[in-house]
């Protein structure tokens, strides 16, 4: 099956400085990635569509300024976590579809505590 | 966007029994994915339905969408450890809108 890889795989930063989460498809070109967080315990929410070359779009109640999405290239999308406080502190996980069906590959996952 | 409620939101089982978590939405859905997350992990595809009625299955596990496409349901039959995690639906083609998911644990 493809593959999606994320960097890092955890990271501990200060509040108030910027954390860049990186997202590839290895295996694939993916023209949109999906961004997701997940708190201990819960669900998956959506937090945006990362679009190749363009804009990328955010869910309701996400601050586009502060979650900063580029995507550069069609294997790479980077989540930045500008600002970063302990309330951000969370399970950051990427999808991605080959666009030969229709299940999403997801990232590993990227844990961050901001302390 | 399409939301849906799984129920239930734990379940604990003695290895050998059987599971199921059920998807439920208040409008009809055009398909509906099914993951399932380790712990520690990350969501892995399932399934997807999209024909009202339909049943899937793949070994001990069983798939169904409802006729009227508005729930779905996943069941496990003689649980074994390896089951062990969380079941997500989720309506949607490539953007997904994840249920509140059902943690199974068991006993061995």
């Known amino acids: 099956g493809a593959v999606v890889s994320q960097h890092p795989s955890r990271v501990i930063c200060k509040s108030g400085t910027s954390v860049k989460i990186e997202c590839r498809s290895l295996?694939?070109?993916?023209?949109?990635m999906f961004w997701y967080r997940q708190f201990p315990k819960q669900s998956l929410m959506l937090m945006a569509t990362?679009?190749?070359?363009?804009?990328?779009?955010?869910e309701q109640g996400v601050e586009k300024d502060k979650f900063l999405i580029n995507h550069a290239s069609l294997t790479l999308s980077t989540l930045t976590v500008t600002s970063a406080h302990p309330e951000d502190s969370s399970f950051y996980i990427c999808?991605?579809?080959?666009?030969?069906?229709?299940?999403?590959?997801f990232g590993p996952g990227t844990r961050l505590t901001v302390t | 966007g399409q939301q849906v409620m799984q129920i239930p939101q734990y379940q604990h089982v003695q290895e050998g029994e059987d599971f199921t978590t059920y998807c439920n939405s208040s409008?009809?859905?055009?398909?509906i994915q099914w993951y399932k997350q380790r712990p520690g992990g990350h969501p892995v595809f399932l399934i997807q339905?999209?024909?009202?009625?339909e049943v899937k299955k793949q070994k001990r596990l069983t798939f169904q969408f409802g006729e009227a496409k508005k729930n779905s349901s996943l069941h496990i039959t003689a649980t074994q450890t390896t089951d062990v995690g969380t079941y997500f639906c989720?309506?949607?083609?490539?953007?997904?809108?994840f249920g509140q998911g059902t943690r199974l644990t068991i006993n061995p």
């Open positions: 989720a309506p949607g083609a490539q953007k997904l809108v």
């Open positions: 990362s679009n190749e070359g363009s804009k990328a779009t955010y």
């Open positions: 999808s991605a579809n080959p666009g030969q069906g229709y299940e999403q590959y």
């Open positions: 295996d694939f070109q993916a023209t949109t």
């Open positions: 339905l999209v024909k009202s009625g």
């Open positions: 409008t009809t859905l055009s398909n």
